[in-house]
């Protein structure tokens, strides 16, 4: 079959073929460089992982797997990038859980998360976690809510922005918790931090690189971390879904996506080489040296939990009125 007529009949089932010359290059993959596109500027989370991920990966395959960092507009326009790439497995995304927030904050994307993207799988995730100012007379996030509903709208939380990953969290905590508590965005997660430590705040949920030296050193009291399961970072300090908001989780995670209509045999190899990577003692050292813990997923696993995420975030969308900043 032609490639024409192959797109044609592709297009007219409205279904992502990977027609006859991306399935026969997928026998060689890869004979060339592989260009991963980062949505992000260079020294950010997303890229540390990203370079983490690339080095790694380009041994497994044989080949050089180059960071191409494209940031802008959230991280849409790297992501636009790779959506629109040619589907052969040599432009790829290593993106963050802002691809799931983004579809949802941006009302016009360039391209449509779901069908645009292949998922290949996750790579890494951090918890958030729940600190609070150690003048604030609680220890617990039972203590927490308890006065957060006795003094409704008078507890303040820090955040990274309207919109902000810290921002959004908190929302949905106190959704689900449902308590009210008052919002002081800052620009950045960075000197929401600061004024929490200085008292002018008295909680945030923040990731764990930004708070932890704060934590270890008693500035700021620990209550509870944000993943489904205890993290390995903090193994005896509670969930928040087992702290008394059952289901609660939100975490930053950093994954890898192809562009829609990648043949199969690509995907299932770039998985099968970035999970076994996962798995060694060297990679699972490296992440954790950034607070980052390895989650490698199978592609339907991962799609799943971005169709969840994206559901929750619009959610949060809906319930705060945030715009893109």
């Given amino acids: 079959m032609s490639k024409r007529i192959c797109a ?3 297009a007219a089932l409205g279904i992502a073929w990977p027609c006859a010359s991306h399935a026969a290059s997928a026998d060689i993959y890869p004979n060339r460089p592989v260009r991963a596109v980062v949505p992000f500027a260079p020294g950010g989370a997303v890229d540390i992982v990203a370079r983490l991920t690339a080095q790694r990966l380009g041994e497994a395959l044989g080949q050089t ?4 960092n494209r940031s802008g507009a959230g991280g849409t326009v790297g992501t636009d990038i790779v959506a629109k790439s040619r589907p052969d497995g040599y432009t790829l995304l290593i993106g963050s859980m802002g691809v799931a927030v983004n579809a949802v904050l941006y009302p016009k994307l360039p391209y449509d ?4 993207l292949a998922p290949v799988t996750m790579l890494a995730e951090q918890p958030n976690i729940v600190v609070v100012h150690p003048a604030v007379p609680v220890k617990s996030i039972r203590d927490l809510l308890a006065a957060a509903k006795a003094r409704p709208g008078q507890i303040t939380y820090g955040s990274g922005g309207a919109g902000s990953n810290s921002h959004f969290a908190t929302v949905l905590f106190l959704m689900m918790a449902k308590v009210d508590m008052l919002h002081v965005p800052y620009k950045g997660l960075g000197p929401a931090i600061t004024e929490l430590v200085g008292g002018q705040v008295q909680m945030a ?3 764990v690189s930004t ?5 270890k050193s008693g500035r700021l009291r620990l209550l509870a971390v944000t993943t489904k399961k205890r993290f390995s970072l903090f193994p005896d300090t509670p969930t928040v879904d087992e702290s008394g908001v059952p289901g609660y989780e939100s975490s930053g995670w950093y994954a890898l996506w192809a562009p829609a209509a990648t043949p199969l045999q690509i995907l299932e190899r770039l998985n099968r080489e970035v999970t076994q990577l996962l798995g060694s003692a060297a990679m699972k050292d490296s992440l954790a040296t950034q607070g980052l813990e390895a989650i490698p997923t199978k592609p339907d696993a991962f799609a799943t939990r971005l169709r969840v995420e994206i559901d929750q975030w619009a959610k949060v ?7 893109p900043e």
Avoid: E, I, M
């Fill in 65 to 68: 797997v180059v960071v191409d």
């Fill in 211 to 215: 708070a932890l030296p704060h934590v």
């Fill in 8 to 10: 044609t009949l592709a």
């Fill in 317 to 323: 969308v809906r319930a705060t009125g945030a715009k």
């Fill in 205 to 207: 949920v923040s990731n």
């Fill in 113 to 116: 998360t779901l069908k645009d």
